[in-house]
């Protein structure tokens, strides 16, 4: 099936770096949604993102839905420990209503 | 509280059996997904309904099945005839929106399927 490329697998950092993530396809998508799974839970939607260009802000996060349509990035500043988990992005595909998932994205902070 | 709910959190499965996961929402969402998540790995779909009565095959059907009576409720069975039950289910919901667009889905906290 269709795959989102979801960059980097992993990332360990400092608490009050900042991070940045993205997913990108060779696909065109209608909508970008951004999670977080902390272990033994399930997603929580972080942001919703569904004009190209569009850029949203959810506290210290912020997203954007590439102007190709084809990428997405989210970032966190000023990471805190409690933003430890996995960040998983997904995409509706154009003329599909089934979501497209990323790998995800496991965050780790050294305190 | 609005939201989706999943039971049991653990199920344990013996060989030849049959379980069924729960899954329920009072968000009025028309739209409900299962997904299966195996370790370091992203969702991958099962089954959804996007009506009453109606569900369609996700990618790794096989083995499963559903059934979808009421708009709040999709359960899942997964059947003896799926070899490797092991993983964590997820059940996800999602509003109606006219020409497809904009889907958003919501998800439950999940059930932890092992094998005894």
């Known amino acids: 099936g269709q795959q989102l490329n979801q960059s980097p697998q992993s990332m360990f950092i400092q608490e009050g770096e900042d991070v940045s993530m993205n997913c990108t396809s060779s696909s065109i998508f209608n909508t970008w949604l951004w999670y977080k799974q902390d272990p033994g839970e399930g997603p929580v939607l972080l942001i919703a993102l569904y004009k190209a260009g569009e850029l949203t802000s959810n506290g210290r996060l912020t997203a954007q839905f590439g102007i190709t349509r084809k990428d997405s990035f989210l970032n966190i500043s000023a990471s805190i420990p409690s933003d430890v988990g996995i960040y998983f992005c997904a995409g509706q595909l154009q003329g599909a209503q089934k979501l497209v998932f990323g790998q995800g994205t496991r965050l780790t902070i050294n305190p | 509280d609005g939201g989706i709910t999943q039971s049991p959190k653990y199920l344990f499965r013996k060989e030849g059996q049959n379980v069924t996961l729960s899954c329920e929402q009072n968000?009025?969402?028309?739209?409900m997904y299962w997904y299966r998540q195996d370790p370091g790995q992203g969702l991958r779909l099962i089954y959804y309904s996007q009506i009453v009565n109606d569900f369609q095959k996700g990618d790794i059907a096989e083995g499963y099945s559903v059934s979808r009576e009421k708009k709040e409720s999709f359960p899942l069975t997964v059947t003896s005839a799926q070899k490797n039950p092991t993983a964590f289910y997820l059940c996800?919901?999602?509003?109606?929106?006219?020409?497809?667009?904009?889907?958003?889905?919501?998800f439950g906290p999940g059930t932890r399927l092992l094998v005894l």
């Open positions: 996800a919901s999602s509003p109606f929106h006219l020409g497809g667009a904009q889907e958003t889905q919501y």
């Open positions: 968000l009025n969402h028309d739209a």
